[in-house]
């Protein structure tokens, strides 16, 4: 029974051949944030209220100006199209239809011309910086002629983590005809047909995909006259994908940014950093309600958003829950694994006596020791 985003994991480990699972579900290293960012949300404790009367609740907001149905929108991520055959337009078409929005990866397989033609609803372009000044423009031009609403630049990734349990299960990337991936391959036939199939279709799935990428996908250091040049060519909201710490905040403001995504990037990329829910309250000091923080790496029930709402994200984004839903049933899993979070994030504000997004605060729960505390203490030795 798929009853929740644990659930769906469980099911796509039995779904996709090993080296793709392990692709998507690992982390960097050891792995100690990976699991950092699911204890700390389990270190949080909810408080409930009350005598309110919580009959009827509404779980819209709006993000960067934009109404969504529910605070927790898609992360950008590669690979989509490795999953399942519905691929990156799979899942835009749940998001569209779910009410939430979609932020589609440089990385993609499919144009971002095409996936903004075919699909309805809010969508935002993940940016990494393409190696030149030239490239930038041309896919931030491409990016705003094709109607994406925001801009978000990953500054996470100037280099990969060091995946190793990807690595140790070796899944080579484009995918070629390696004995080991046929070996795994072999046994997850439901996988293996659909992917077959979608090679052979027009217009399906692009081994080697480069030419139809979003932008070229060279991971580079960003520096702020990058974010400068960015700010400058982009007239739509901007949000930058990636904020750790508290002190950087108000230089990103400085340089004109709406948005930040307080994230390390799943547990991906350096292993040993806290969970994103630990800085989150630093940010939302820092960020003084002058810009939007959203939050991601972790999310895997309703009871997470509403403790990431509760300390001051607007919305928070998932990675892996939709990957999951979409390796068990495509664009169809992905719908199941959103209304499940809408459901399990329902429920919570009912037990919690609460009627709207708005009423989400710190009242709602109890913050463990430890959090949010550095940036404090250090503005205090600071002065
Ligand atoms: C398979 C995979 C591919 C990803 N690709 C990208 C990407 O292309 N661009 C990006 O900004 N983040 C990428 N990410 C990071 C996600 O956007 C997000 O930060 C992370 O998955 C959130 O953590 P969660 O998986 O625990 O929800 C990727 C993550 C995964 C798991």
């Avoid at 749940?94 to 499919?110: E, H, K, Q």
């Avoid at 996988?191 to 480069?210: E, M, N, Y």
């Avoid at 403001?253 to 989150?280: F, K, M, P, W």
């Amino acid at each position: 029974m798929l009853l929740n985003v644990d659930d769906y994991r469980r099911a796509a480990r039995r779904r996709l051949p090993r080296g793709l699972f392990d692709l998507i579900d690992g982390g960097a290293g050891d792995e100690v944030t990976l699991r950092r960012n699911r204890t700390a949300f389990e270190r949080i404790a909810l408080r409930p209220r009350l005598l309110a009367d919580a009959s009827s609740r509404d779980l819209r907001t709006t993000v960067l100006g934009q109404p969504v149905s529910m605070p927790v929108l898609l992360d950008p991520t590669a690979h989509a199209h490795l999953i399942h055959s519905d691929g990156e337009l799979g899942v835009a078409r749940a998001a569209a239809g779910a009410g939430i929005v979609y932020a589609l990866s440089t990385l993609s397989d499919v144009s971002l011309e095409r996936l903004a033609a075919e699909t309805t609803g809010p969508k935002w372009f993940q940016l990494y910086a393409p190696p030149d000044r030239a490239g930038v423009i041309a896919v931030l031009d491409r990016a705003q002629a094709a109607g994406y609403e925001a801009l978000c630049v990953t500054v996470d990734v100037p280099v990969g983590g060091l995946r190793e349990r990807a690595r140790r299960s070796h899944m080579p990337l484009p995918p070629q005809l390696t004995p080991r991936l046929v070996a795994q391959a072999a046994m997850r036939p439901r996988w293996t047909i659909d992917f077959l199939a979608a090679k052979k279709r027009p217009g399906g799935v692009a081994v080697r995909s480069a030419p139809t990428r979003p932008a070229p996908s060279g991971s580079r250091f960003i520096t702020e006259d990058d974010l400068a040049l960015i700010r400058h060519r982009w007239p739509r909201p901007l949000l930058i994908k990636g904020v750790q710490r508290g002190d950087e905040v108000q230089r990103l403001i400085e340089l004109g940014v709406d948005g930040l995504v307080v994230s390390n990037h799943g547990g991906r990329q350096l292993d040993g950093v806290a969970a994103s829910i630990e800085i989150l309250p630093e940010v939302v000091a820092a960020a003084a309600g002058r810009v939007e923080v959203f939050l991601d790496s972790g999310i895997r029930r309703g009871t997470d958003v509403v403790k990431a709402l509760a300390l001051g994200a607007r919305a928070v984004l998932i990675g892996r829950p939709y990957l999951y839903g979409l390796a068990v049933g495509g664009e169809a899993g992905v719908v199941d694994v959103i209304e499940t979070l809408r459901a399990e994030l329902d429920n919570a504000m009912a037990l919690l006596g609460l009627t709207a997004i708005s009423e989400l605060g710190l009242a709602a729960i109890q913050i463990p020791s430890g959090f949010g505390s550095r940036s404090d203490a250090g503005e205090r030795l600071l002065t």
